[in-house]
């Protein structure tokens, strides 16, 4: 008990110092003490150099633009706070994850950590497969460090911004691509996203990204079956709207639970 009392004390004082040094000028109201010593932790470890805008604020998690030590840009993905919902449903993408098993679902801080772990994990499995997502740099505690994807802070848009503004054969080339990348997360990484849609794929140099990987689930998975399901359905219904695609739903998804091994 002494020793966690120190261990507060001095994470305390990190984050007092952390605004000693007005590093994170933007955002110290935003955070607690305990988040604003982590992300110290990532400044001495040089990873991050500076947070320098917000870009996105969701239920769970919210995203900034942060400056790494070698100069890059770099999104910043700060998990806060899990409401009473979220900690319901997530219960369906942790089954028979031994990392969370022994979390009490009381801890709401470890399993927010568990969390954090879990979609840097994922965003590297799918990296190291071929999949087009954020290279991610770093994780601590409820924090993921990866590339960023955009210029200058202004990040790219999402598929569902992009639609308006592209042409018949670009469309029909990114949905595609997009096709693509589905294959590769199920049949290379072995994962299913379980949370895709037009909203979770960034249109950056002409590519489509993949992102927002924290719910991902092993093929193996007991429900990794129907959250491919409801992927293909969502991302297909999505692509059918702005491209001709050369393949009917049912037999993709076919071809994606025989490769997964679901079917
Ligand atoms: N690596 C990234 N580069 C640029 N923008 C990002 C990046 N990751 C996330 N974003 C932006 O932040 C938003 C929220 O991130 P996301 O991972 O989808 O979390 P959630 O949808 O759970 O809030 C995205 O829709 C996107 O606009
Ligand atoms: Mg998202």
């Not at 500076?50 to 999104?75: C, H, P, Q, R, T």
């Not at 790219?156 to 469309?171: C, F, G, I, T, V």
Request: glycine fraction near 4%; proline fraction near 3%; charged fraction near 35%.
């Amino acid at each position: 008990m002494r020793r966690r009392a120190r261990w507060l004390k001095r994470e305390r004082e990190e984050a007092e110092r952390v605004k000693d040094r007005d590093l994170f000028k933007i955002v110290d109201e935003v955070f607690d003490s305990i988040t604003l010593g982590h992300l110290y932790r990532l400044y001495s470890r040089k990873v991050l150099r500076e947070l320098k805008g917000s870009i996105s604020s969701g239920k769970e998690s919210k995203v900034f633009w942060g400056v790494s030590w070698d100069g890059s840009d770099v999104a910043v993905k700060i998990y806060l706070s899990f409401t009473s919902d979220f900690r319901k449903s997530i219960k369906k993408y942790i089954l028979g994850d031994p990392r969370f098993e022994e979390i009490p679902s009381s801890n709401i801080r470890r399993l927010i950590y568990e969390w954090a772990r879990k979609e840097y994990r994922n965003l590297k499995r799918m990296r190291e497969a071929g999949v087009r997502v954020p290279k991610p740099m770093a994780v601590e505690a409820n924090i993921v460090v990866m590339e960023f994807l955009g210029e200058k802070g202004y990040r790219a848009p999402s598929l569902a911004e992009a639609r308006a503004a592209l042409d018949k054969d670009e469309a029909d080339r990114i949905a595609r691509a997009v096709l693509d990348q589905l294959e590769l997360i199920v049949c290379r990484a072995r994962l299913v996203h379980a949370d895709l849609s037009e909203y979770n794929i960034l249109l950056w140099r002409g590519e489509p990204w993949i992102i927002d990987v924290s719910q991902a689930v092993p093929v193996d998975h007991p429900n990794a079956r129907e959250f491919l399901e409801r992927d293909v359905r969502n991302i297909y219904r999505f692509l059918e709207g702005i491209a001709e695609i050369g393949v009917d739903e049912d037999r993709l998804l076919e071809e994606l639970e025989s490769c997964a091994g679901v079917a």
